[in-house]
């Protein structure tokens, strides 16, 4: 059984910063694109970052220049790094991977249980 477990959400004061993780285990035979999206209430939710199997970061328009999404391969894990935080980034920030499970052939969206990320004085 493949999960997603994330951590690294809290409390922050606007311009400070959080690093977010998120790491694959199961039955894994690759993972493909990693991401991060992001749900505010009464929004749908977002992409905030992805990023391939080759290390090719994406973002949203409203984090470029500000967060930085990377990953190790070796440990199946994503790490978002959230710097100049505003509190219209408060959210609950949900991890996503594209993985192919052993003795499977198709690949599929799997999604973590989300993480609070609350920027407030």
């Known amino acids: 059984q493949v999960q997603l477990v994330e951590s690294g959400g809290g409390l922050v004061q606007p311009g400070g910063s959080l690093r977010l993780s998120c790491a694959a285990s199961?039955?894994?035979?690759?993972?493909?694109?990693m991401g991060w999206y992001r749900q505010a209430p009464g929004k749908q939710r977002e992409l905030v970052a992805a990023?391939?199997?080759?290390?090719?970061?994406n973002y949203g328009d409203s984090v470029k220049g500000r967060f930085t999404i990377s990953r190790d391969n070796a440990k199946n894990t994503v790490y978002l790094q959230m710097n100049s935080l505003k509190p219209e980034d408060t959210a609950v920030y949900y991890c996503n991977a594209r993985i192919t499970p052993v003795g499977s052939y198709l690949t599929r969206n799997y999604w973590g249980q989300g993480t609070q990320v609350t920027v407030s004085l």
């Open positions: 199961g039955s894994i035979l690759s993972i493909n694109a």
């Open positions: 990023i391939t199997s080759g290390g090719s970061p």
